[in-house]
């Protein structure tokens, strides 16, 4: 069981919006920044957000990133192919002295 | 550019060590805490330990505390990860991971390829 859970899976078709929603506590979501990464089968991780809802450049505003309290949430517009991939949130667990990551959610595209 | 080269795939039996290579550059090799993150086959992203080179400070995870090693050569711009007592369970892809900008537990925005620790016997 992760420290943060994530949704396994979620699907819309090309075109749509989905929300990741990522849930933590006061030890890390809480109080510290929230990231967000993209991976594809067989490569390294890739920041979609930093910060809780800065885009690094090169990352479309398709993707956005918020957090409100002890949860986060990743939003993908305009959903398309290409998007189809797992995604992580992370942050630093300030108990735990470690940087914790939840267990994933993959996106399909209809 | 920012540039973080690893070493290649190992092979270990089980109980033994291995180690693990990050070459860096591309940035200021003392500014910016140095990660090690693990991913077990189909499995998530787990933070194994992360070293602010030069200067020193170690932290690992709790899991992990007295197998492993996270070290650096400044003359090189080089992080190593070493894991010791190996057991199947640590059969992973090990990616080593910078922050993005320089305020740390910002994000880790440059990582390595990976490196593939198999242990078998």
């Known amino acids: 069981q992760s420290v943060l859970p994530q949704p396994p899976s979620v699907s819309a078709a090309p075109g749509q919006k989905v929300t990741i929603s990522c849930s933590g506590s006061r030890s890390n979501i809480g109080n510290n920044f929230v990231s967000w990464y993209q991976q594809f089968p067989g490569t390294a991780p890739k920041l979609l957000i930093y910060?809780?809802?800065k885009r690094p450049s090169g990352i479309p505003d398709r993707f956005s990133g918020s957090k409100s309290g002890t949860s986060a949430t990743l939003g993908i517009t305009g959903l398309q192919t290409g998007d189809e991939a797992n995604y992580y949130c992370g942050t630093w667990d300030s108990r735990l002295s470690a940087w914790v990551f939840g267990g994933g959610t993959k996106v399909t595209v209809l | 550019q920012v540039q973080m080269v690893q070493s290649g795939a190992e092979v270990r039996k089980p109980g033994s060590s291995v180690k693990v290579s990050c070459k860096t550059s591309?940035?200021?090799?003392?500014?910016?805490?140095i990660n090690w993150v693990r991913q077990a086959p189909g499995q998530g992203l787990e933070w194994v330990g992360g070293i602010i080179p030069v200067f020193g400070p170690t932290q690992y995870a709790q899991k992990f505390l007295g197998r492993v090693t996270i070290t650096t050569d400044e003359s090189t711009g080089t992080v190593y990860l070493e894991l010791s007592s190996l057991r199947s369970e640590d059969t992973a892809v090990y990616f080593c991971?910078?922050?993005?900008?320089?305020?740390?537990?910002?994000?880790?925005?440059?990582w390595g390829q990976g490196a593939l620790v198999t242990v078998s016997s």
């Open positions: 910060e809780n809802n």
């Open positions: 991971a910078r922050e993005y900008v320089l305020r740390d537990l910002s994000g880790l925005g440059y």
């Open positions: 591309g940035f200021s090799f003392s500014s910016y805490t």
